[in-house]
């Protein structure tokens, strides 16, 4: 990318430069959302991901297949780290989002081809965007409370038609309560758990997938006192070559004694289950299986946490265990009942006195449906937390239709050459009805015209099309609804990283850093 000494780019030279960046940038945007725009809709087909040791995915679900693929292209992979951030934060509408930033992508390439400043197209896609977005908020429609059919019908549309998982989230949302549903951290959806074999059903409490340490220990507490322990169950290290002296004997001595102490006292407290993150050494196996405790060794952090936050433990080291007895009582977490199932492989705490929460547990045939189970119910999960806590818009494309006419408006009053940034907006909010059409098998210029004729018309916001008849049809009467979450989130990613990649006027390789400069 560099130039001779003394020679300066020509103006045009800069122009078709920064189109070639444009046009290579829109390309990569293009294939990206080409893998994923076929599954949008009720009838989107799935997508065949085959890695390289020949194992085979099948989904529809947007974030699954974006996280999949092979990219190498940066503003590739730009978008997917956008899709991504999407799923994280509202838990769907990844593809949604990817679709419209192409389409931001692509009439805004057009409209710099033509001569319109690049400045100038994103000035007025902001405008655009958050004349969309305010649209948008203003038209959401409240959930009243657990009973309102709107709220099962997101978890349906987001779970693909599956009603059994949707009456599972909904059910979760119930038993967690909307309080716990709107603190910032907690997600619905970490909370799905699939099995092979298992029935449907949502429980107060977690799941872990371990087993007890050993089948002489009980397969079922109640009132359990639990202990958790983020280290190892064993006697602390001494060095080998300090074994070898009279010294280092003697205080691998001592420390196995204290060890012993520190079971003892545990055991005094009543602990009935305890769970440990590393290994557990043979005496206190023995100790706690006399005892009648169920054990949990090699519990991953994550479980850990969970275990403590939901039974209100406070997890403690192996050298915490000599702390004084009051000092230990204080650290034991309760739960109701602790139990192991042995058939699905996994330990259920139910009735904690920490976090409430509900675990969804859903079944499924084979390995293969699981995982595409577990997909769906987590997208069903975040559907219906989102719904409950920010309401819901028209599905099936209608809601961005509606707001592109209010775009369109705002279009109508700009003055200057920003107004170009808006007609990319309007065409972009276009997209999702227009894929949602052609996926179902008709001709979406057709009937994007029939449904924005009858909008016009005075025939509502909630127009769209429906994908078994092909007719003009309210999506509220249909029941088909979006969390406004999902839709405000989408347009907003899209925007950014649209505006990230149109900013971009030149693409250099950078010096491999491993590579000294001579």
């Known amino acids: 990318m560099s130039q001779p000494e003394g020679e300066t780019k020509k103006p045009g030279a800069e122009v078709d430069e920064r189109l070639s960046a444009l046009l290579s940038n829109a390309s990569a945007i293009r294939a990206v959302a080409a893998a994923v725009e076929g599954t949008l809709g009720p009838k989107g087909l799935n997508c065949m991901l085959v890695d390289r040791f020949g194992d085979v995915t099948i989904t529809n679900d947007g974030c699954a297949i974006l996280d999949k693929i092979d990219v190498t292209h940066p503003a590739a992979r730009m978008l997917i ?51 969309a977005i305010e649209a948008m908020r203003l038209r959401s429609r409240a959930i009243r409370d657990f009973d309102d059919p709107l709220l099962a019908r997101a978890a349906v549309i987001a779970g693909r038609g599956e009603h059994d998982i949707a009456q599972l989230a909904v059910g979760a949302c119930r038993l967690v309560g ?25 429980f107060p409490g977690i799941v872990i997938e371990k087993e007890r340490m050993n089948r002489q220990m009980p397969r ?19 060095e080998q070559e300090a074994l070898a002296t009279e010294s280092g004997f003697a205080r691998y001595l001592e420390l196995k004694a204290q060890f012993a102490e520190a079971v003892k006292r545990v055991l005094a407290l009543g602990v009935n289950v305890v769970v440990v993150e590393r290994s557990v050494s043979d ?51 309760r739960a109701k009942v602790v139990a192991e199932d042995e ?26 449906i699981k995982e595409e189970r577990l997909r769906i119910a987590e997208d069903a999960a975040s559907a219906a937390q989102q719904a409950l ?50 996926n179902a098998g008709f001709n979406p210029l057709e009937k994007m015209g029939n449904v924005m ?21 309210d999506m509220l009467t249909l029941g088909v609804v979006d969390p406004t979450a999902v839709k405000v989130h989408a347009l907003q990613a899209a925007g950014e990283v649209a505006e990230a990649i149109l900013r971009i006027s030149t693409i250099i390789r950078k010096r491999d850093p491993e590579r000294r400069s001579a």
């Open 81 to 131: 780290n956008t899709a991504k951030a999407q799923d994280r934060q509202v838990g769907d509408g990844t593809t949604t989002a990817t679709i419209l930033a192409d389409a931001l992508v692509r009439e805004g390439v057009n409209q710099v081809a033509k001569g319109v400043p690049v400045t100038k197209v994103i000035e007025g896609m902001r405008a655009g965007l958050e004349r």
């Open 178 to 202: 909307r309080a716990a549903l709107a603190e910032p951290e907690f997600r619905l959806r970490e909370w799905v758990v699939a099995n092979e074999g298992a029935h449907n059903e949502v």
């Open 220 to 238: 079922l507490v109640r009132r359990a006192r639990v202990l958790v322990i983020d280290d190892a169950l064993e006697p602390e290290e001494v």
């Open 283 to 333: 005496e206190a196996e023995e100790a706690l299986t006399e005892a009648g405790a169920m054990v949990l060794r090699r519990v991953s952090a994550r479980d850990l946490a969970r275990i403590a936050d939901h039974t209100g433990a406070r997890p403690v080291k192996r050298t915490g265990l000599g702390r004084p007895a009051q000092e230990l009582e204080r650290c034991l977490g």
């Open 343 to 368: 058939r699905q492989g996994h330990v259920r705490f139910e009735g904690g006195k920490g976090r409430h929460v509900a675990t969804m547990l859903v079944g499924a045939a084979t390995a293969e």
């Open 389 to 438: 806590l920010g309401g819901v818009l028209p599905g099936g494309g209608a809601a961005e239709v509606a707001a592109s006419l209010q775009v369109q408006q705002l279009r109508d009053s700009m003055a200057g050459m920003a107004a170009y940034g808006a007609d990319c907006v309007v065409e972009a909010l276009k997209r999702p009805l227009a894929q949602i059409v052609s």
């Open 453 to 473: 004729a009858e909008m016009a018309a005075g025939g509502g916001d909630a127009l769209a099309i429906n994908c078994d008849s092909g007719e003009v049809a």
